[in-house]
């Protein structure tokens, strides 16, 4: 009798011990960011500072820290939506799949729908637009994740407290049905258009919507832009991460739980750009930074957790040379996709009709190169070759990867910079490669030893005494 009294006394002491020990949960997604694209980032930081070592990133110095595997139910490399569905809800599905079991059929809850029915408020926020595939597995149930409109209606039926990202993709069904701005106010929702905007609303508003401004969005309404291409005025992930801690904050009495994704890791990934890679990573971790300040003033309250939905690109830092020179990095002062635009304006201002010479100042003003960056012969005549093909008058054939169209010129100066930095490229899509783990917090003990990304969600819900 006295063994029964003392197991269930134990089991009593550990059930104590995590029910609703994380009233306030953040959760973290780096879209694309494998082991790699953090040790990379970090290592870069390290070489800026003069030396071969590490600057740790922030949140890579988080008390736990593990891996996790990233496998989808029907294939052994998984996409952003069965990987977001694994992440939100702890069940596997069919690559494409968004909120729903592999049978495409079945729809499953999520971790933020399980922290709303214990009474907390939920935010769900992104640098990409807020009805792609990583935040709709948290509010959302379809089988193709390319169902942008539906997908938006869902984010009003879930009836979280906030979202925020980019703009709508599809915000009217291409024209054919009622638009999505007008059912906000119908469901309760505020929408703000940049930070101005949400400090004028965020006091009245029951339930709200930050996006980028609209002229933001006639723009580019897929995403914010990278921070590589950052110009003042720009809605940041620091900037939306801010504004969801101080709109959930008007109630701290309930709790709340809050994913945040840094969507454009992947996007820089896919296009096999490392500098871009490299500040994305670094954007996330400054966006991490205000989770930890509010984790400071509420610390036994507070579960921080941080990790992937897949890797992108099969990112290999060494090339064959026992070294890497990934402070040449530096010298990349804006995306390949920036890059694309200022080659376009130029393209525009001379009625297609530029010349080599202000090619090269591009590049030297943009890249590095020839003034910081040496180039060997050979590098230089890819490059002349690049443009002797394309900006002859002959029509252009853009260079495309998952979510971005470039100038082939463009796309070649990315991978000579890259050549430079010894750094390498195994795909444009995604890999099968572990992705990190990061906790801090109430509940982070949770977060140990190698874990399938199914498991993530689950230990957050015992973390958050979630049912």
Known sequence: MRKISLSLFLVL???????????????????????????????????????????????????????????????????SAAGGTALATGKKTKNGTIGMEKDQQTSVSSVASWA??????????????????????FYAHNPNRS?????????????????????????????????????????????????????????????LILFQTEAASKIDRNS???????????????DITRSAIQFMSKDLSKGFFLMIEGGKIDWACHSNDAATAFREVEDLNNAIKEAYAFYTQHPDETLIVITADHETGGLVLGTGEYALNLQVLQNQKVS???????????????????????????LRTNFGFWDKVKLTSEQEKRLREVYDRTFTGAQVKLEKSEYAQDEPLASEAKRIIN?????????????????????????AELFQGRMDNIEIPVRIAQAGGYK
């Open 336 to 362: 390949e996709s920036g890059l694309t635009r200022i080659l376009n304006q130029l393209r525009t201002e001379t009625g297609n009709k530029v010349s080599w010479e202000q090619v090269e100042q591009a």
């Open 147 to 207: 169902n942008y409109y539906e997908i938006g209606k869902d984010l009003y039926t879930a009836g979280f407290d906030f979202y925020a990202g980019s703009d709508f993709l599809d915000p009217d069904k291409k024209g054919t049905s009622e638009s999505l701005y007008a059912m906000a106010g119908k469901n309760g929702y505020t929408i703000a258009r940049g930070i101005a905007d949400f400090q004028t609303k965020k006091n009245d508003a029951e339930k």
């Open 13 to 79: 002491l550990v059930s104590f011990a995590y029910a609703q020990q994380a009233k306030y949960v953040f959760f973290f997604i780096g879209d694309g960011m494998g082991v790699n694209q953090v040790q990379g980032t970090e290592l870069f930081r390290g070489e800026l500072e003069g030396r071969i070592g590490l600057k740790p990133l922030e949140f890579a110095q988080f008390p736990s820290a593990t891996t996790c595997a990233t496998y989808s139910a029907t294939a052994g490399v998984t996409d």
């Open 224 to 238: 914010i832009p990278y921070a590589i291409d950052r110009k003042e005025g720009d809605l940041t992930l620091t």
């Open 419 to 443: 050549e430079i930095a010894l750094v390498g490229w195994v795909s444009g899509g995604h890999s099968a490669g572990y992705v990190p783990v990061f906790a801090i917090g109430a509940g």
């Open 116 to 137: 709303k029915a214990k009474g907390c408020r939920v935010g769900i926020a992104t640098s990409v637009s807020v009805d792609h595939a990583t935040p709709a597995a």
